[in-house]
């Protein structure tokens, strides 16, 4: 695996060739990162990726990963095509851990039909690492013997496999005690704590790229696991859909930092080594899932 911390070192010696200057008296923060990043750092959400939540408190946007998850995310596909989860509800918000949402009859006769979609398939916790470009993060990690970023994606590998890790904001498929048991019917963001324990046994099909806010601050559930005690705790989930299928003037349009740029590792190296005049101690280290992911309102 590459240095990161060298690389991201290089680009800083190399910023008049690379991107615009920072101001030579000022620390190196993301805020001067960002400020300084060309247009070409930037891509724009691709609407065919964009999975659309609408809540009675506002949307939450998803930007899907195939090249982790293609059948599972084929099968929402399938689901929301056919409006499976209109008016379905979110069951459980758990502390510090998930929100989850699905159907409160799932496992009974009165469950709503799946139509084309499957009702089991294979587990995707994993893909082959060949054929990835990954940029690597220099990090100890403790459930990956390297870490880095794919297309903005928080991932980790062993040499031989690479897999999404469980930080904020990511999407998973559940499933039940057999590993073909989900099949993107019932869906969960994790919204407190990086449950990186998950990593390698749930399938991780996207991450939240907007309004994380309207699941994170769902009432927490009193029953075990954080589900809703009462059917009259569950919030609804009005509709599911993809950005394609709305019309333009409904598309939230989102840019993304490219996390393959040399301001992205300015970035990681700014929040690696915080030199704002309120830190005391530099840090000097950081983790995968404490690498922030900007996303910005599209500029034309």
């Not at 589900?227 to 019309?247: C, I």
């Not at 030199?275 to 500029?299: K, M, Q, S, T, Y």
Request: aromatic share 8%; proline share 6%; charged share 25%.
């Amino acid at each position: 695996m590459l240095n990161m911390r060298r690389r991201s070192l290089a680009a800083v010696a190399t910023l008049t060739v690379l991107a615009p200057a920072l101001p030579a008296d000022e620390p190196l923060t993301m805020a001067g990162v960002l400020e300084a990043a060309a247009a070409s750092d930037w891509r724009e959400l691709d609407q065919s990726r964009a999975l659309y939540l609408y809540l009675d408190s506002g949307v939450v946007v998803f930007e899907l990963a195939p090249e982790f998850a293609p059948q599972h995310v084929d099968n929402v596909r399938k689901l929301v095509a056919g409006r499976y989860f209109d008016g379905l509800a979110i069951l459980r918000s758990q502390d510090n851990y998930v929100a989850q949402w699905g159907d409160p009859a799932a496992g009974t006769a009165a469950a709503r039909p799946l139509g084309e979609a499957s009702h089991g398939l294979p587990p995707e916790f994993y893909r082959a690492k060949a054929g990835l470009e990954i940029t690597p993060l220099d990090s100890t990690d403790a459930y990956a013997e390297a870490v880095g970023f794919v297309d903005g994606f928080p991932v980790g590998s062993d040499g031989e496999r690479a897999w999404l890790a469980h930080c904020y904001g990511m999407l998973g498929a559940g499933r039940g005690n057999e590993p073909g048991s989900g099949s993107g019917a019932e869906l969960y963001v994790v919204t407190g704590h990086a449950p990186r324990h998950l990593d390698r046994n749930v399938t991780l099909l996207g991450r939240t790229v907007h309004g994380i806010e309207r699941l994170s601050v769902l009432p927490r559930g009193t029953a075990a696991l954080g589900f809703y005690a009462e059917a009259s705790e569950q919030v609804p989930v009005r509709r599911m859909r993809f950005g394609t299928e709305l019309p333009e003037n409904e598309r939230i349009r989102l840019d993304l930092l490219r996390t393959d740029t040399a301001s992205f590792e300015r970035l990681v190296e700014a929040r690696r080594d915080r030199r704002e005049e309120w830190f005391l101690d530099p840090v000097g280290r950081i983790e995968l899932c404490n690498v922030p992911l900007p996303v910005r309102a599209h500029v034309d």
